[in-house]
């Protein structure tokens, strides 16, 4: 009561109680406040100010403890950390410089720069984020990796946290988790009827290894939790390997893997195979010892999922046979290889039609006669979406089956050349295919597909 009178006194207003949940109040406050930006500054040139006069009477700014517990820059961090969830970023970028400190933040895939505060703030903010992460602040000399659980309007975040040595001081990258925009289900990753029957057969398999590739950042991990998700009933057994382990599954046991103390992926995986698992997932597939440990165990009766890092689907084979190897064993156990990208989505308020010119058309290797017809948007940039003209990402698939004819090309030693144009003949759809299909779609941008695929 006390409360409520004290507010009616300083604004003027009635009040009256209501009960909601964290969530639907957090949803409010961000419908209302989100794209206030002017907003947003005044909250960063207060928390500095604030720094800067608590500083001058009396903060030693070597200190570096002092410095991280200080209330300004407790604030202003949390502002930081707080806008990053707001606006959806998946990497918060700390970065030092001789005359400037950069923070980005990544949205959709595309760094954004923040109004950074002074530059000699830096060594307060980035020791106050590994005093969250339970790091040693005095040291500064060597990589250090860290974890902050925190919660944002009832919502569980996870932060991993990289820190490394640079000329200039520490810089700081903060990976950003939030299960509630991340959609861990086969109906919500931009599968198409046909992707999304391979992937139902590949649920099916009794045994045999599943490869999803791409570079960082591509959403492979996404694609092989929304694949476990769907697998996960009472009768399956599901273990998984993971460094770092992104999200937790539930009913999925979940191990992660630590070099440091001699778990590695191999290790881990041969310690699996004694827990009677039905489906296995491995993190990476990076040396020669758990990729003949990953055929293994699909030779013993289990399907395996494992990521690697090429840039299309015949690729995987090649590198796969590179890392050592041999190519009777790789056809015996590989069925799907499954390559992707992540485009980002037109924003739909703002979303507007248009024809092509005569140079897009080049660009993306089409006919204009094949487009005709067909319709191509682009967003003009609106408060929704931050005037950028997206909002979100979708993937896009390139899905090659191991074929019988596949199977013979990888025996003979075919180079990877044979090996796409026996799967397009196949009938594996490209990257670039299936990125004019997002597009004819409305889903994305001709620039989006450009950008992400050949």
């Not at 998946?90 to 530059?119: C, M, N, T, W």
């Not at 086969?186 to 490869?211: K, M, S, T």
């Not at 979940?254 to 997932?281: C, F, H, M, W």
């Not at 690729?315 to 796969?320: G, N």
Request: charged share 25%.
């Amino acid at each position: 009561a006390g409360m409520i009178e004290d507010l009616s006194v300083t604004t003027g207003l009635e009040f009256d109680l209501a009960v909601a949940e964290a969530s639907a109040l957090a949803e409010a406050i961000e419908t209302s406040y989100a794209n206030d930006s002017a907003a947003g500054r005044d909250a960063l040139d207060d928390a500095v100010s604030e720094f800067t006069s608590v500083g001058s009477k009396g903060i030693d700014l070597e200190d570096k403890a002092a410095m991280a517990s200080a209330a300004p820059v407790v604030k202003l961090l949390n502002f930081i950390l707080y806008q990053a969830v707001r606006d959806k970023a998946s990497d918060i970028h700390l970065e030092p410089f001789e005359d400037d400190f950069k923070i980005r933040y990544r949205v959709d895939g595309v760094l954004y720069e923040l109004k950074a505060p002074p530059p000699h703030l830096a060594v307060a903010l980035i020791s106050r984020v590994k005093v969250m992460a339970e790091l040693d602040i005095a040291e500064t000399r060597i990589p250090q990796d860290g974890r902050i659980e925190l919660s944002v309007g009832g919502r569980p975040i996870d932060l991993r946290i990289s820190t490394l040595p640079t000329m200039f001081g520490e810089s700081c990258v903060m990976r950003v988790l939030d299960r509630s925009v991340v959609s861990l289900d086969l109906d919500n990753i931009g599968l198409r009827q046909d992707e999304r029957a391979v992937f139902e057969r590949l649920l099916g398999l009794p045994h045999g290894i599943a490869l999803v590739t791409g570079p960082t950042g591509s959403g492979k991990t996404t694609t092989l939790y929304a694949l476990l998700n769907a697998a996960n009933q009472d009768d399956v057994k599901i273990i998984t390997t993971e460094d770092p382990v992104e999200y937790d599954l539930e009913g999925i046991v979940q191990i992660p893997v630590n070099d440091e103390i001699g778990v590695s992926y191999a290790r881990v995986l041969r310690t699996i195979l004694r827990q009677d698992p039905d489906k296995i997932l491995v993190g990476e597939i990076r040396d020669e010892e758990t990729a003949r440990v990953a055929i293994e165990a699909s030779l013993t009766g289990h399907v395996v999922f494992s990521t690697l890092h090429t840039n299309d689907a015949p690729s995987a084979i090649t590198r796969m046979l590179d890392i050592g190897v041999e190519p009777y064993l790789l056809t015996a156990t590989l069925e799907v290889i499954v390559a992707q990208r992540l485009v980002r989505k037109v924003c739909v308020d703002c979303k507007s039609q248009y024809v092509p010119d005569d140079k897009v058309v080049l660009e993306l290797g089409v006919d204009r006669d094949a487009i005709a017809g067909k319709s191509f948007f682009y967003g003009k940039g609106c408060d929704s979406c931050n005037h950028t003209g997206f909002r979100g990402r979708v993937a896009i698939f390139e899905i090659m089956q191991v074929t019988e004819d596949i199977k013979h090309l990888v025996l003979d030693g075919a180079p990877t050349a044979a090996l796409r144009r026996q799967a397009r003949a196949d009938g594996m759809r490209s990257l670039r295919e299936s990125g004019l299909l997002a597009i004819y779609d409305g889903w994305t941008s001709v620039e989006e597909v450009l950008r992400e695929t050949m």
